[in-house]
T-cell receptor, first 115, second 117 residues
Framework: AQTVTQSQPEMSVQEAETVTLSCTYD???????LFWYKQPPSRQMILVIR??????QNATENRFSVNFQKAAKSFSLKISDSQLGDAAMYFC????????????FGQGTTLQVKP | GAVVSQHPSWVICKSGTSVKIECRSL??????MFWYRQFPKQSLMLMAT?????????EQGVEKDKFLINHASLTLSTLTVTSAHPEDSSFYIC?????????????FGPGTRLTVL
């Protein structure tokens, strides 16, 4: 069975600094998707970034980038130039390659951004 | 990105009554919708997967007779909590997707807070 582990329950970063959130997963599949979702205090889940396992290039979205290490089954999220609006709970998620497959979430990491 | 709505956003009911929560995809046709439950400061727990026109697939440990899911159209899925009890109080979130939508990304509704008195 696939599992996703986020070992950092809480992280904090100074505004304008860089922070990295960790995520590891376990799967026997070779093709799959990985996601980072953000859940701010409003509790609306927002897609931050998506990575296809068959792509070697790390995904980037503006200030957000990932370090995808397929062999190590690691998928960390780097947030550069942190902003107060980045404060939220971040979830790493895995999905098999099959169309409309279900997401498997990690436990979440609460990110605090200090002014 | 695609937009998913939920109604109501917050509902309070008495123990023993039933509550229906709606999940709608507003700008796309969702062949598949998912229902999650989330306790405070915890992760999302998948309850069931529903495909339009067929019966929902429930995760292990989820009572299908208590949490009735209907996905009657490509834009609407409903979750009915039957004979609700205080332990059913939680935050319920739906998501929707369809093949080819942004690499089959799931888009989430804003959630429904259920309080059972």
């Amino acid at each position: 069975a696939q599992t996703v582990t986020q070992s950092q329950p809480e992280m904090s970063v100074q505004e304008a600094e860089t922070v990295t959130l960790s995520c590891t997963y376990d799967t026997s599949e070779s093709d799959y998707y990985l996601f980072w979702y953000k859940q701010p205090p409003s509790r609306q889940m927002i897609l931050v970034i998506r990575q296809e396992a068959y792509k070697q290039q790390n995904a980037t979205e503006n200030r957000f980038s990932v370090n995808f290490q397929k062999a190590a089954k690691s998928f960390s999220l780097k947030i550069s130039d942190s902003q107060l609006g980045d404060a939220a709970m971040y979830f790493c998620a895995y999905r098999i390659f099959e169309n409309t497959g279900k997401l498997i979430f990690g436990q979440g990491t609460t990110l605090q951004v200090k002014p | 990105g695609a937009v998913v709505s939920q109604h109501p956003s917050w509902v309070i009911c008495k123990s023993g009554t039933s509550v229906k929560i709606e999940c709608r995809s507003l700008d796309f046709q969702a062949t598949t919708m998912f229902w999650y439950r989330q306790f405070p400061k915890q992760s999302l727990m998948l309850m069931a997967t529903s495909n339009e026109g067929s019966k929902a697939t429930y995760e292990q440990g989820v009572e299908k007779d208590k949490f009735l899911i209907n996905h009657a159209s490509l834009t609407l899925s409903t979750l009915t909590v039957t004979s609700a009890h205080p332990e059913d109080s939680s935050f319920y979130i739906c998501s929707a997707t369809t093949p080819g939508l942004d690499t089959d990304t799931q888009y989430f509704g804003p959630g429904t807070r259920l309080t059972v008195l």
